[in-house]
């Protein structure tokens, strides 16, 4: 089975290889460069969930694949302060996408206040941690939870998660 993933992101190529060899699926995963079609920094679960929609249909189109993945990082407003959000959708030619959500935690109110002005999550994180390309290894979980979970995980549970419901809706 084709599998397209619309991210060339190490942690995400990962996550879906990973998920794939969990439920002992034989697959050929490409991933492939493609357009969220939403802003860098999404900025809500809705805009997140679509980048992730986009990803996965664009990614299906531009590989003639049977599956396409997209998994998109953003982060969301809460009473508490802005969390970090993470949505996945598996799509299928003949069906509805599938979408499922991971990790949530709060930033600290010196990253969020740089976000809402418009930064993206990645660079500044880059900069917090004076190191580069964050987002392509533990991500931010893997610094603000001391590496217990990192950005690889975080995407592992949700493929798994997806993948879990692709097997159902086939098994009806």
């Given amino acids: 089975m ?13 996550a879906v290889i990973e998920a794939f060899n969990k439920i002992d699926r034989d697959v050929s995963v490409i991933s492939t460069q493609v357009s969220s079609e939403v802003n860098e920094q ?15 249909k664009n990614a299906i189109k531009k590989e003639n694949a049977e599956i396409g993945i997209g998994l998109e990082g953003g982060v969301t407003e809460s009473p508490y302060g802005l969390t970090v959000c993470n949505w996945g959708a598996l799509v299928d030619r003949e069906k509805p996408p599938i979408i499922a959500g991971g990790a949530r935690f709060l930033l600290p109110e010196e990253i969020a206040i740089r976000l809402r002005n418009g930064e993206e999550l990645g660079p500044v994180m880059d900069g917090y941690v004076k190191r580069k390309n964050i987002s392509k ?3 931010a979980i893997g610094i603000f939870t001391n590496d217990y979970i990192t950005r690889e995980d975080m995407f592992l549970h949700i493929m798994t998660i997806l993948l ?9």
């Fill in 164 to 172: 879990g419901q692709y097997d159902y809706q086939n098994s009806l």
């Fill in 137 to 139: 290894k533990e991500g």
């Fill in 2 to 14: 084709k599998i397209a993933l619309g991210s060339t992101n190490p942690a995400k190529v990962q």
């Fill in 42 to 56: 999404p900025f809500s679960d809705e805009e997140t969930i679509k980048g992730a929609i986009n990803r996965a």
